[in-house]
């Protein structure tokens, strides 16, 4: 029985097979289910990517059919739209007014004649009815009459 008497024995230490109560005791376990746990969270993880992506599906073919029920509604009101346009052309032809005109009564004029119409009865009437044009009534002077007049001078330059 040699021992090496570089390291003496500790007395402190316990004796193989008792342990002291203030220190737990070792139980030796075996590996094996770090495995399956590992297994587990992956086919979890999969589960769920799998699951994000049909939603992601689904929200998309929702989002398509919106969109194709749009394009359709554009469709149709494009389509009635043009069938108002040719309704609203058929209607202001000429060939309809003239029929129109003639369901009514109307007919065309046979001979026409100007009058000249003296221009103080235009002012009255216009004055009368209040409705005055700038060339009627009285003129202002405009702040940039002199910028006008400056540029008519130089003419036209910055």
């Known amino acids: 029985m040699a021992r090496n008497m570089a390291h003496p ?10 342990v002291a109560p203030s220190r737990p005791r070792l139980v030796e ?3 094996g289910g770090r495995v399956f746990g ?4 992956s086919a979890v993880l999969v589960c769920g990517v799998f ?3 049909v939603l992601v599906h689904v929200e998309l073919a929702q989002q398509q059919m919106k969109l194709d029920s749009l ?7 494009r ?3 043009n069938v108002l346009r040719h309704q609203r052309s058929l209607l202001v032809s000429p060939d309809n007014l003239s029929a129109q005109a003639a369901r009514l009564g109307m007919k065309p004029s046979t001979q026409a004649r100007f009058v000249a119409v003296d221009p103080d009865i235009i002012a009255g009437v216009l004055a009368s009815t209040g409705d005055l044009s700038d060339s009627v009534a009285h003129d202002v002077e ?3 009459n002199e910028f006008g007049q400056l540029k008519s001078e130089i003419g036209g330059a910055p």
């Open 51 to 53: 699951f994000i992506a």
């Open 142 to 144: 405009s702040p940039l």
């Open 29 to 31: 376990k075996q590996r």
């Open 71 to 77: 394009t359709k509604t554009v469709g149709m009101a």
């Open 9 to 18: 024995i500790d007395k402190s230490l316990p004796i193989e097979g008792h």
């Open 79 to 81: 389509d009635n739209y």
């Open 38 to 41: 590992v297994l587990g969270v």
